[in-house]
């Protein structure tokens, strides 16, 4: 049995201004600013600060690039205060700190996000050495929006691609989540990191870009389209396990052919404060099940009821909480049927 111990995630480092807006403009008209609050943005700085929220019993460590600058300041502080490691969280003089405008409606929680990449755009491969980690798990994201790793390379389809296969070859099991882009790249950047990735982690939107299927139709999730799609990320290369994660719950298809899905919990009307970062509190909850080798219906649960945490903040990672209030969740509010 491997004694390798820990989660240690990388990719894009982000400090998110939360501004919540009465309502969603029309170009040239105008929308007020109710609030606004500074938080935690990008994968690897949510899922690991929901994982720390969540009491995860076993180390957390941060691989990546910031500014040096006040945000810079604001990421490695906030990582120290809650126990994550940042010995490989290096940084640059030459780009200031990723940041992300996320401008939520108030009421729907719906989000928008205008990105600044920054420092994360010069993130690369020297960045990551997996002989120095003895974590079991590496979760990279996000693909699309990361410049450096989403590069070509001859030898394993992308950058991003390589630095999962040497992970891999280091003894680490391997997760990657994508960003809600609204481009034509998703096959071409994707599809190469699957081949090196045992757990691949996304939504319904991106699911479906990947791979071509309309998920979400008028009249809601198209559970065979979705199907469909897992199916063919796996066939893409998924080593072990596709998960996709939606409003209405989680589901899951592993190589060995076995579906599992779990239903989103029941929200009372008005908890919901925000959405964004909700994704990554699935993922997060995921991992925290995979690291401790819950069942897959177990993972899933984790997943939508750190999700389901989440929705109670206006920033990314406000709402989480111990795992056992994360759950209570749904053992006070029930759980959503979803259709087989």
């Given at each position: 049995?491997?004694?390798?111990?820990?989660?240690?995630?990388?990719?894009?480092?982000?400090?998110?201004?939360?501004?919540?807006?009465?309502?969603?403009?029309?170009?040239?008209?105008?929308?007020?600013?109710?609030?606004?609050?500074?938080?935690?943005?990008?994968?690897?700085?949510?899922?690991l600060v929901d994982l720390a929220a969540m009491g995860a019993p076993f180390p957390l460590d941060a691989v990546g690039l910031v500014g040096k600058d006040?945000?810079?300041?604001?990421?490695?502080?906030?990582?120290?205060?809650?126990?994550?490691?940042?010995?490989?969280?290096?940084?640059?003089?030459?780009?200031?700190?990723?940041?992300?405008?996320?401008?939520?409606?108030?009421?729907?929680?719906?989000?928008?996000?205008?990105?600044?990449?920054?420092?994360?755009?010069?993130?690369?491969?020297?960045?990551?050495?997996?002989?120095?980690?003895?974590?079991?798990?590496?979760?990279?994201?996000?693909?699309?929006?990361?410049?450096?790793?989403?590069k070509p390379c001859a030898e394993f389809g992308t950058v991003a691609a390589g630095i999962l296969a040497r992970a891999q070859a280091a003894g680490l099991?391997?997760?990657?989540?994508?960003?809600?882009?609204?481009?034509?790249?998703?096959?071409?950047?994707?599809?190469?990191?699957?081949?090196?990735?045992?757990?691949?982690?996304?939504?319904?939107?991106?699911?479906?870009?990947?791979?071509?299927?309309?998920?979400?139709?008028?009249?809601?999730?198209?559970?065979?389209?979705?199907?469909?799609?897992?199916?063919?990320?796996?066939?893409?290369?998924?080593?072990?396990?596709?998960?996709?994660?939606?409003?209405?719950?989680?589901?899951?298809?592993?190589?060995?052919?076995?579906?599992?899905?779990?239903?989103?919990?029941?929200?009372?009307?008005?908890?919901?404060?925000?959405?964004?970062?909700?994704?990554?509190?699935?993922?997060?909850?995921?991992?925290?099940?995979?690291?401790?080798?819950?069942?897959?219906?177990?993972?899933?649960?984790?997943?939508?009821?750190?999700?389901?945490?989440?929705?109670?903040?206006?920033?990314?990672?406000?709402?989480?909480?111990?795992?056992?209030?994360?759950?209570?969740?749904?053992?006070?509010?029930?759980?959503?049927?979803?259709?087989?």
């Amino acid at each position: 049995m491997s004694s390798r111990h820990g989660i240690l995630a990388g990719g894009n480092w982000i400090v998110d201004a939360v501004k919540i807006i009465d309502v969603w403009p029309q170009q040239d008209a105008l929308a007020n600013i109710t609030s606004e609050t500074r938080g935690t943005g990008g994968s690897p700085f949510n899922v690991l600060v929901d994982l720390a929220a969540m009491g995860a019993p076993f180390p957390l460590d941060a691989v990546g690039l910031v500014g040096k600058d006040g945000h810079g300041e604001y990421i490695t502080s906030t990582c120290r205060h809650l126990g994550i490691q940042t010995e490989h969280l290096q940084s640059t003089a030459a780009a200031p700190t990723s940041y992300t405008d996320v401008m939520t409606v108030k009421g729907s929680g719906r989000r928008t996000f205008f990105h600044a990449r920054g420092a994360n755009a010069l993130l690369d491969s020297d960045h990551f050495d997996f002989s120095k980690t003895g974590a079991k798990i590496f979760h990279l994201g996000y693909l699309l929006l990361l410049d450096g790793l989403d590069k070509p390379c001859a030898e394993f389809g992308t950058v991003a691609a390589g630095i999962l296969a040497r992970a891999q070859a280091a003894g680490l099991r391997t997760s990657v989540d994508v960003v809600s882009e609204d481009s034509e790249r998703f096959a071409r950047i994707v599809l190469p990191a699957l081949k090196y990735t045992d757990y691949c982690i996304m939504n319904e939107f991106e699911a479906g870009r990947v791979t071509g299927h309309k998920i979400r139709t008028p009249e809601g999730l198209d559970m065979a389209a979705l199907r469909a799609s897992m199916e063919q990320l796996l066939e893409a290369g998924v080593r072990e396990r596709v998960l996709v994660h939606f409003p209405e719950g989680g589901c899951s298809l592993g190589r060995d052919g076995v579906w599992t899905q779990h239903g989103s919990v029941i929200l009372p009307e008005g908890y919901i404060k925000g959405a964004a970062g909700a994704g990554d509190a699935f993922t997060a909850g995921v991992l925290m099940g995979w690291h401790e080798q819950k069942s897959v219906e177990e993972q899933l649960r984790l997943g939508v009821c750190a999700a389901a945490a989440n929705l109670s903040e206006e920033t990314c990672t406000g709402g989480l909480r111990p795992m056992e209030e994360c759950l209570a969740l749904g053992t006070s509010y029930g759980f959503r049927p979803m259709a087989g």
